[in-house]
DNA sequence: TGCGTAAATGGAAATCATTTCTTTTTAGAA
DNA sequence: TTCTAAAAAGAAATGATTTCCATTTACGCA
């Protein structure tokens, strides 16, 4: 996995920095959307220290190069690790644990027949409860 | 159309104020994304003056009552107006001459088929180039 | 038609996530 | 091992958005 990483971000032309590593690794670990700031706290005392504009250049890069998505939010950057080798695809967001899953669906071939014009870009997402969260809740006294 | 903004404002529990009245039909001009800062630029000077606050907090009250709607856009805060009597669509920005576009197609029935815990909601926004603003690009020379 | 009150507004100041700047350190090719 | 461009630290700047509070205003009700 680590080895995986660093050969994905030869091919992106980054160079394969300890911190690098540890910012993807730790996304990697879960795919759970995670602030820069959460990610800076987490890797504190490793590495003597870790600047915080360093995680936001990096997570920057990394989503860049494809390697992290970004969850759509109105005054937040979040990043999520999510399938290295499918492209194009949704996801599912829960907005309790904040796991994020894959959507097998887009959608995208029907819209574009209804657009006038040249399309470039879209955004899918989807919020939720996911099934843990969702059953979790639906038990809970309120 | 003035009368029309007032009773959907009155359902609302806003006031009518000259200011507010003025934001939305600036608004509802045309379906144009625009930012808070350009909204207030133009509106400066008639009413003695509007301050850029009133302007944020307007956007907000008037979106979360459903009468605009928010562009998704990482780090600025732009809306439009658009069908007022037609909920749930998803628009076509021209990320050009920001026209807002409806389109005729959801796909969440199939989407929501695809996830295992409860949707909530879901953002969809297609970006891209208007028939008029892909007609000039085709057209004009490099 | 005039009052009273809750809502709306202005303007200054605060917030705060994110970015920029500059110097120092380091990965990795030769 | 050396060299160079990329990466990182830390402090400071940015800038869109929000907060605060005193003042004004819309509009329901008498």
């Not at 700031?37 to 504190?44: A, D, F, G, T, V």
């Not at 955004?123 to 409860?129: E, K, P, R, S």
Request: proline residues 4%.
């Amino acid at each position: 996995m680590h080895d995986q990483h660093s050969q994905a971000l030869k091919g992106l032309k980054l160079k394969a920095t300890p911190k690098r590593l540890a910012i993807l690794n730790l996304l990697a670990e879960e795919s759970v959307y995670t602030s820069p700031e959460e990610i800076w706290r987490k890797l504190q005392g490793k590495f003597g220290r870790l600047g915080l504009p360093t995680v936001y250049r990096n997570l920057e890069e990394l989503a860049a190069g494809g390697m992290i998505s970004k969850v759509i939010h109105p005054n937040r950057q979040l990043y999520y690790y999510f399938c290295p080798n499918r492209h194009h695809h949704h996801h599912f967001i829960c907005i309790s644990c904040r796991k994020v899953e894959d959507i097998d669906f887009c959608g995208m071939e029907e819209i574009t027949k209804n657009v006038s014009g040249t399309v470039l870009s879209h955004i899918v997402q989807v919020n939720g409860l996911c099934r843990a969260c969702s059953n979790r809740q639906e038990g809970g006294a309120s």
